[in-house]
């Protein structure tokens, strides 16, 4: 599926399934839960606070959430997410073209 694809089938879902979009601060209220939930899974799972049984999640699920709303926005504010990620890889390589390879840090021991 492109990026393109994701974009059409997930309004085609929100038209037929949700009725119509949620406001752009609803979606971004929703957004941000779920992120959340991500953020929850991610310190439990390679942190160090154990592992409750309401945390016992899909980490792939809650990430799909996330895209699902993302793409949501994107729709709803006319923003084609191919162009955007495509002008986002272009700007990160001028950018940090150098800036990875030459940190000492990202080194491996």
């Not at 694809?5 to 957004?31: C, K, M, P």
Request: with cysteine; aromatic share 6%; glycine share 4%.
């Amino acid at each position: 599926m492109t990026i393109r694809d994701l974009q059409d089938n997930i309004d085609a879902w929100v038209h037929t399934f949700g009725v119509r979009y949620f406001s752009e601060l609803t979606n971004l209220g929703v957004l941000m839960e779920e992120v959340g939930e991500v953020a929850r899974i991610m310190t439990r799972r390679y942190g160090d606070q154990s592992f409750k049984e309401s945390d016992a999640k899909d980490l792939a699920d809650e990430l799909a959430d996330v895209l699902f709303v993302l793409t949501c926005i994107a729709n709803q504010t006319g923003v084609d997410l191919t162009e955007a990620v495509t002008r986002n890889l272009d700007k990160k390589t001028r950018r940090d073209r150098d800036r990875h390879i030459n940190n000492p840090k990202l080194r491996t021991p």
